[in-house]
């Protein structure tokens, strides 16, 4: 039986994606996350993720980065306030460079991508804020008071790019991070094409061990999402993660395609019917408002 746990009714979560909700909030409330980090949800879309974090950990800020305005302005009608204070929303992207870029259309995969071309003066862009997480959490930037305890990296793409950035907070706070794999795609990225093959073996250059959840991310057959815990924390991961995920090999000869043959999950361990929400810390949250 599974700890109690149900996301807020309010949280707009991917229908797609519940074993990877169910697995997240495990690790938050687990108690595993540094002690007054706060958590980064990037390419926060609308807001669904952030706010189960926010939701789940209501002592610690949520930053939810976004480059659509109407999002940006969406999350702050549904969720800041006497409701979930804690959620701070952010107009932008993350990158490997401090810069101003396009962005070009609406939230689909080339659209993120886009945020590394060169900005322009075509009308129908839209310019934005890119940041190194570096810059935000070391050198002055906007969350320099703080240290960073998770991260969720919904980028489309542009996960080497953005790891490019974070060199430094990785190493200095060692933060859980999630990654979306597209196992069997070649990516045309800011640094060039990349595979999943070459994101997992930086991800274990950078000192993490890289756990696969075996469930289909969106409507790309061969999505996946991976959670990359510190190498040194591994043994603090929660036994239900541990028990739903597997470990991902980071040898040059490794193929992530393999993952592809892992039997898909469908939804969290258990009896559905049974969980109830829990937050960080113990007891119930508050329910939503309607």
């Known amino acids: 039986m599974p700890p109690a746990y149900h996301p807020p009714a309010s949280c707009m979560l991917s229908p797609h994606e519940r074993l990877f909700s169910f697995l997240i909030s495990e690790i938050i409330v687990s108690g595993m996350l540094s002690p007054?980090?706060?958590i980064?949800?990037?390419g926060a879309h609308k807001g669904g993720e952030a706010c189960l974090y926010a939701s789940l950990a209501p002592a610690r800020t949520v930053h939810a980065i976004e480059p659509q305005g109407t999002h940006i302005s969406k999350m702050k009608r549904q969720y800041n306030g006497s409701y979930l204070p804690n959620l701070r929303p952010l107009k932008g992207a993350l990158g490997s460079r401090d810069?101003?870029?396009?962005?070009?259309?609406a939230h689909t995969p080339s659209m993120l991508v886009n945020v590394h071309a060169r900005p322009d003066a075509n009308a129908s862009s839209k310019h934005i804020n890119v940041h190194k997480l570096d810059t935000l959490y070391l050198d002055g930037g906007f969350f320099a008071s703080e240290r960073l305890g998770f991260a969720h990296f919904d980028v489309e793409g542009s996960e080497e790019d953005l790891l490019l950035?974070?060199?430094?907070?990785?190493?200095?706070?060692?933060?859980?991070?999630?990654?979306?794999?597209?196992?069997?795609?070649?990516?045309?990225g800011a640094t060039g094409e990349f595979t999943a093959a070459r994101l997992i073996r930086e991800v274990d250059r950078l000192g993490y061990q890289v756990l696969f959840v075996p469930e289909q991310c969106g409507i790309p057959p061969d999505c996946r999402n991976v959670i990359c815990v510190p190498k040194?924390?591994?043994a603090r991961v929660p036994a239900l993660v541990t028990q739903h995920t597997v470990p991902v090999d980071a040898s040059a000869a490794y193929r992530p395609e393999a993952l592809l043959r892992v039997p898909l999950q469908r939804g969290p361990p258990g009896n559905e019917t049974a969980w109830k929400f829990r937050k960080e810390g113990g007891g119930a949250a508050a329910s939503p408002p309607v």
Do not use: K, M, N, W
């Open 36 to 38: 007054g980090s706060s």
């Open 40 to 42: 980064v949800d990037c």
């Open 165 to 188: 950035g974070a060199q430094r907070i990785l190493q200095r706070d060692r933060p859980t991070f999630t990654l979306e794999l597209t196992l069997r795609a070649r990516h045309a």
């Open 99 to 105: 810069r101003t870029a396009s962005v070009h259309g």
């Open 232 to 234: 040194e924390r591994v």
